[in-house]
């Protein structure tokens, strides 16, 4: 079992940027395919970003494609996710998720373990 801690969001100005960090427990995080997801009020939680447990395989959501990057440290049992250039529509709680398997993509059932959320507050 894992869990996972995010931090890093706050509240910026558009055209800002911000890095989210998601720390796992456990010594085995490198057996984790990760992902990023948001959940913007009275919306439905939408895929952001993936990651392969070994980082070879990437994927983003087209909205945020060019903006910003997910990578991960598995020496220091993180992830995170740089979002730059910014903008309202990015409002959202940032949660990252991670599932034992090689990669979990987009699909959010496809994902075991959630963090508790950050949120992320982009003013225009």
């Known amino acids: 079992q894992v869990q996972l801690v995010e931090s890093g969001g706050g509240l910026v100005q558009a055209g800002g940027s911000l890095r989210l960090s998601c720390a796992a427990s456990?010594?085995?995080?490198?057996?984790?395919?990760t992902g990023w997801f948001r959940q913007a009020p009275g919306k439905e939680r939408e895929f952001v970003a993936a990651?392969?447990?070994?980082?070879?395989?990437?994927a983003y959501a087209d909205s945020v494609k060019g903006r910003f990057t997910v990578s991960r440290d598995n020496a220091k049992n993180t992830v995170y996710l740089q979002m730059n250039s910014l903008n309202p529509e990015d409002t959202a709680v940032y949660y990252c998720?991670?599932?034992?398997?090689?990669?979990?993509?987009?699909?959010?059932?496809?994902?075991?373990?959630w963090g508790q959320g950050t949120q992320v507050t982009v003013s225009s």
């Open positions: 990651i392969s447990r070994g980082g070879g395989s990437i």
């Open positions: 998720a991670a599932a034992n398997a090689h990669y979990s993509g987009r699909n959010y059932y496809q994902y075991d373990y």
């Open positions: 456990g010594r085995t995080f490198s057996s984790y395919a």
